[in-house]
């Protein structure tokens, strides 16, 4: 692979192709990725989107893209990509399309759709070698509707559909192991809130062929709860904790490329969200944060075990 | 009936403030209908809400266009006109503001013969979206005159015992801090009649002129059109820059703000677009050197009003 264009934080875009407008909350951890993408594949890029947060990005008669943008029901944004690769090809092979004009084939999904529904026609994606990047916000529930618990809710936290006194019971799902179990062309972990490593990923992924995962975090004000002025700080607080390691899949080896040192305790991330607050107030539940902490702990163990 | 109008930004709680009235008013003996009207707008993002209630079944359905009472959350909406709080307003129609300002500053602006209640704002809110529901819902209960305090405590107690005893514990003060500061109203407003399908004004849509059909058809096949919606609106604060303290690091500003609004001027200055700045205030808290200030939208606003009043008279002496 060439050297990254990408070797200093003053290396990122400033002028973005993303139009602003969009209804996206504000202080959005989704839109920032979503944005910084654009920015990196550039214009000759398709979106796939499946129904989330984002159909909003695209109310008519409005859009924040210069191209197409191709809105599927939550189940089947990698069979709209399908579809859509399959005719650019077609029309590559016709001659109709030229190899510059040729676009890159995205799937924006919510993690409710990347999580839930839409996992098994991802799955067959994946089987079938498709040539798509699959861009994930990953804002841990059904944002856009009120914040219901997804396949993606962490341990611990309260939504609107687990209100209950310990928030949710179960643990949330790990899309990036299912990615490189089935063997992609690349997978890797990122958020908005570490815009150098986002852009060198996506340089990455743009430059390979096949199936390709991005996973962003996308910490979210609304339903997380907290000030959107925030958003940034809870992101890189997520990554610092080691709640959210940061990797990447490539060549069948999974690659750790921010090891946090020194690892901040889980609370300085989970005491900054309202979700999480029933955590610390009244009392302090000693149990369950406990239980937070060591599963990070078990997960970093093994990692250095690996590495050693 | 009594039809009822509250108006606020996505986040200051008139959602729950209509449903507050709407359950003090049935535990009260009417019939009552409550909802919230937004649709992709979000924090910030002007919204309305809306209560019915008659003794008699209700059949009127939609947003309540010919009000009864109206209150407003955040006097800034008046100059915002897709908020529309003065749509349908009449002489009978009785205004509750949330504001600083007194009741004569009120009718000197708005020029209007409705009766005007303004409502203190508490000066101790930390959040930059204070939610004020209890605060609008017991100045409601009170300019009605159907609602007594002990049911509206009730209402309250039900509708916010889910969030837990502190939450409980700081709507029912709220609730009755606006009741009582709405004692010179109680029972000003007043009930008016059904209204037929013919008593109601032609919806504006029908005679849309043609610029009004440029911008709400632009060309769809445009590149990001998305900038013709000025979602600086939002916006209840304002990063301002202070170009002493700029270290002119824009791409740390710049790739920190979810929008990509913050540009760069000929200087190597960042340079934000007021039009579509949501006021998440991220670079204010992401300047390693703190060269963005949060200044409230209002004030921004006044100041630049100002600037150009003294600008104008300049150019006229």
């Known amino acids: 692979m060439t050297e990254s264009q990408f070797k200093a934080a003053r290396d990122l875009p400033s002028n973005h192709l993303l139009g602003s407008g969009t209804a996206m909350c504000a202080g959005c951890g989704g839109l920032g990725a979503v944005r910084e993408v654009y920015d990196v594949l550039g214009e000759n890029t398709i979106f796939i989107n499946a129904a989330g947060c984002m159909t909003l990005l695209s109310v008519y008669p409005f859009t924040p893209f210069r191209g197409s943008w191709l809105y599927t029901a939550m189940a089947s944004a990698p069979a709209g990509a399908q579809g859509v690769r399959d005719a650019l090809d077609i029309r590559l092979a016709q001659g109709t399309l030229t190899k510059d004009e040729d676009l890159q084939v995205v799937v924006l999904t919510g993690d409710g759709s990347a999580g839930g529904m839409g996992l098994s026609a991802t799955s067959a994606a994946i089987d079938r070698q498709l040539d798509f990047i699959y861009l994930c916000y990953d804002n841990e529930g059904y944002g856009n509707t009120g914040q219901q618990t997804s396949a993606a809710t962490p341990h611990g936290a309260r939504t609107a559909t687990d209100p209950q006194a310990g928030g949710l019971p179960g643990r949330k799902k790990d899309l990036f192991a299912i990615w490189t179990a089935n063997r992609p062309a690349y997978a890797a972990t990122a958020l908005a809130a570490e815009p150098l490593d986002l852009a060198r990923k996506i340089e990455t992924a743009r430059d390979l062929t096949g199936p390709r995962l991005i996973l962003t975090l996308a910490p979210c004000p609304t339903g997380w709860g907290f000030e959107p002025a925030r958003s940034v700080e809870i992101g890189r607080l997520a990554v610092r904790t080691g709640i959210f390691p940061l990797k990447e899949y490539i060549d069948g080896r999974v690659v750790h490329n921010r090891i946090p040192h020194p690892r901040l305790p889980v609370e300085d991330y989970l005491k900054t969200q309202q979700r999480f607050a029933h955590l610390f107030e009244p009392r302090r539940d000693e149990k369950r944060i406990g239980e937070i902490q060591a599963a990070v702990d078990a997960y970093w163990q093994e990692v250095e075990e690996n590495n050693a | ?317």
């Open chain 2, 1 to 317: 009936m009594y039809r009822i109008r509250f108006h606020g930004r996505g986040g200051q709680g008139m959602k729950t403030a209509s449903r507050l009235l709407g359950t003090a008013l049935f535990k009260s003996g009417l019939e009552v209908q409550d909802a919230p009207k937004y649709g992709a707008e979000r924090r910030g993002a002007p919204m309305l809400a809306f209560v019915r209630a008659d003794r008699r079944p209700i059949h009127e359905r939609g947003t309540v266009v010919s009000p009864d009472l109206v209150l407003v959350a955040d006097e800034t909406l008046f100059q915002v006109p897709v908020a529309g709080v003065m749509a349908g307003v009449k002489a009978s129609t009785v205004l509750a503001i949330a504001s600083q300002k007194p009741e004569n500053v009120w009718r000197d602006r708005l020029k209007i013969d409705s009766p005007i209640y303004v409502l203190p704002q508490s000066e101790a809110a930390d959040d930059e979206i204070p939610d004020v529901s209890a605060l609008i819902a017991g100045a409601a209960a009170r300019l009605t005159g159907l609602v007594s305090q002990e049911v509206l405590r009730q209402a309250v107690e039900e509708e916010i015992a889910p969030y837990g005893p502190k939450a409980v514990a700081f709507n029912l003060r709220a609730a009755g801090e606006g009741f009582g500061a709405m004692a010179a109203g109680e029972g000003s407003v007043g009930e008016s009649l059904d209204q037929g399908a013919d008593s109601y004004d032609k919806p504006d849509w029908i005679d849309l002129d043609l610029d009004l059909a440029a911008t709400a058809a632009p060309n769809v096949y445009a590149a990001a059109n998305s900038v013709l919606v000025r979602t600086g609106l939002w916006r209840t604060l304002r990063p301002v820059l202070d170009p002493e303290n700029c270290g002119k690091c824009v791409w740390v500003c710049g790739s920190s703000c979810p929008d990509g609004v913050i540009g760069v001027d000929a200087n190597g200055y960042p340079d934000i677009d007021y039009q579509h700045c949501k006021g998440c205030m991220i670079c204010v808290v992401q300047c390693p050197r703190h060269a963005f200030a949060a200044i409230p939208e209002q004030d921004a606003a006044e100041a630049a009003q100002a600037a150009q009043m003294a600008q104008m008279e300049g150019t006229a002496s």
